[in-house]
């Protein structure tokens, strides 16, 4: 039981590249969400899926774009990187109601860099 | 969406109780308090959480206060290994779902 997973743990880019950042988890929850942090921060919420097939914007949405590809997977994307978009990224699945856990659970981060 | 307010910094001496503070005074009848935990920048990491009585797990202890506005996390035995940032959270139900909003925390450093 791996819990949440990202990929990659890390990433420098150029400005302007594009890249997609993995989240898989096999909980079978139903929430996903993606955050970043940046440094001395709490944790900004940037896109969030309720359930499969369904995508909100968060707190912090400008610049991304996300997928919610099936109930496991949940990626962020990032058509043209910039500098600010310079972070620590974080996935997080949740329990639901009627689960014995409704508690979310975290990967590891990805760490990004934008040059 | 009820918002949390922590010290952004505590001290706690190792061996010692680590008690932990937030407010949250506008907080819904139907929301929980959830603490969380952030080691060197690792994923966070949930402790526990309650909705009005007072709640005990191997981790910690949550004591909620009676009109709900305030809670205090509670590591009995705090040890080195227990520096971290210390989120205190209220789950937003409405247009955000089943969101977490994070806050800055409370930096715990325990002290040998």
Known sequence: NAGVTQTPKFQVLKTGQSMTLQCAQDMNHNSMYWYRQDPGMGLRLIYYSASEGTTDKGEVPNGYNVSRLNKREFSLRLESAAPSQTSVYFCASRGDRGMKNTEAFFGQGTRLTVV | ?112
């Open chain 2, 1 to 112: 969406d009820a918002k949390t307010t922590q010290p952004p910094s505590m001290d706690c001496a190792e061996g010692r109780a680590a008690n932990l503070p937030c407010n949250h005074s506008t907080i819904s009848g139907n929301e929980y308090v959830y603490w969380y935990r952030q080691i060197h920048s690792q994923g966070p990491q949930y402790i526990i959480h309650g909705l009005k009585n007072n709640e005990t797990n191997e981790m910690a202890s949550l004591i909620i206060t009676e009109d709900r506005k305030s809670s205090t996390l509670i590591l009995p035995h705090a040890t080195l290994r227990d520096t971290a940032v210390y989120y205190c959270i209220v789950r937003v139900s409405g247009n955000y779902g089943q969101n977490f909003v994070f806050g800055p925390g409370t930096r715990l450093s325990v002290l040998p």
